[in-house]
């Protein structure tokens, strides 16, 4: 097989890799925010799922994860589904992965916040959700951008993991090149690949800590 | 005019009993009243119950005689409901001793944001009063400033701007010097003072005796959760009645 072929099959794994990371990251950064917020709540019930939810996804492996996502619902429940499914699986269990694990590294962000902060918002008499909106927020997501950055890095060797479900993302594809061809090549492109994806995305997120530089907490 | 009053008010913490054990408090318009004290007598507790930071055991807290608390019949405190007490909020101010400011906002930003956002009042309006608050506060130049770019003498004279921005009737500071160094004390007090001087209704926790003694129209000794002596400012520091008083100002005076 020529390079060139070799490239154009591995390009079309790539975008799926790239699509994996941006939607996990779209669905599970905002989810977080909402774990991490009804962990803090003061409600006991929801405030003890939350914790056995976290507790659950982090302290299994992302890919039993995958895989009770993927064939739960045939195997618990009998539903029969596409095999479309199987790209929605992977997202759906990233999704609610890496939402447990930024509900984490919110929850510390928010809880990093001085009370005095609070205080001063209420004096001048700020609703609860006028202070966390326009007082705590801004000074949390300055706080988390590193711990963020280290999990966002993750994430993309992560979506390698998609290839136990077979969904073809650049793993899966180098993985099959290598055996048909019997050569290393595909394995070299790919680890250029996540390099230089995750070059990108740690320029990103340095950029982003550099544009919040314009206050000191 | 009675600007606030606090009465009766009994505090305690799980982890410190009776901290104020039925203090009473009333403030007359234009008056400074100084709140002196050993640490850990009750001073800012008090404060802290005053501005609603604190959630009192017991007691009455009125403020131009719309009352914020009063002892419910099953001997709890009742707090008004949620709209009285935010109109009760922009009748005060707090200057913190650790200034609080917000670090993400500009200067301009923390003086405007909760009179804009909070009372709803013109932008405009807003920040030309602002502005005439920081130049009064000799910080013309600092407005577009992060707090972190400021000395601690200016951050405070900006949270004393944010305070009065808000048109409080009265002005509550804790200890708003403790936190500085000895050389920028001064900037704070004499900013108090020129505030003194236009009449504004203020109440100081403060270590600052001498001070006290200048400004204050009405000295207030607080140890162990009770008022010791209260009176004339130049009486109460210089000639001081109770013997727990002259211990305290010996102490100082050393």
Known sequence: ??????????????????????????????????????????????????????SVMRGTPLMLQLLVVYFGPYYIFGIKLSPNYRFWAVIIAFVINYAAYFAEIYRGGIASVPSGQYEAAKVLGYSSSQTFLKIIFPQMIKRII???????????????????????????????????????????????????????????????????????? | MEIFSINDVRKSFSTQTDVL??????????????????????????????????????????????????????????????????????????VFQNFNLFPHYSVLKNVTDAPICVQKRQKEEVFEEALTLLKKMGLSDKADAYPFQLSGGQQQRVSIARALAMNPDILFFDEPTSALDPEL??????????????????????????????VANRVVFIDAGVIIEEGNSDKIIRNPENERTKAFLRKLNL
């Not at chain 2, 009243?33 to 005053?50: D, H, Q, Y």
Request: glycine share 6%.
């Open chain 1, 1 to 54: 097989m020529g390079l060139g072929l070799m490239l154009n099959k591995l390009s079309e794994g790539m975008a799926t890799s790239v699509l994996i990371f941006v939607l996990t990251l779209l669905f599970s950064l905002p989810l977080g925010l909402l774990v991490a917020l009804m962990r803090m709540s003061r409600h006991k019930v929801l405030q003890n799922l939350m914790r056995i939810y976290i």
């Open chain 1, 146 to 217: 590193p711990p963020i950055t280290n999990e966002v890095i993750t994430l993309i060797k992560d979506t390698s993991l998609a290839f136990a479900v077979a969904v073809t993302e650049m793993f899966t594809v180098a993985k099959a090149l290598a055996s048909a061809e019997k050569t290393m090549t595909a394995y070299v492109f790919a680890g250029v690949f996540y390099y230089v994806f995750n070059l990108i995305v740690a320029f990103v997120m340095e950029n982003i800590e550099k544009r919040l530089n314009y206050y000191r907490l």
């Open chain 2, 21 to 94: 054990c039925g203090m009473s408090l009333s403030v007359q318009k234009g008056e400074v009243v100084a709140i002196i004290g050993p640490s850990g007598s009750g001073k800012s507790t008090l404060l802290r119950c005053a501005t609603l930071l604190e959630t009192m055991d017991s007691g009455e807290l009125v403020y131009e005689g719309i009352k914020a608390a009063w002892n419910g019949p099953a001997g709890n405190v009742v707090y008004a409901p949620e709209e009285t007490l935010k109109k009760i909020k922009s009748k005060f101010g707090l």
């Open chain 2, 185 to 214: 004390t001064g900037e704070i007090l004499h900013v108090i003072r020129d505030l003194a001087e236009e009449k504004m209704t203020m109440v100081i926790v403060t270590h600052e005796i001498e001070f006290a003694r200048i």
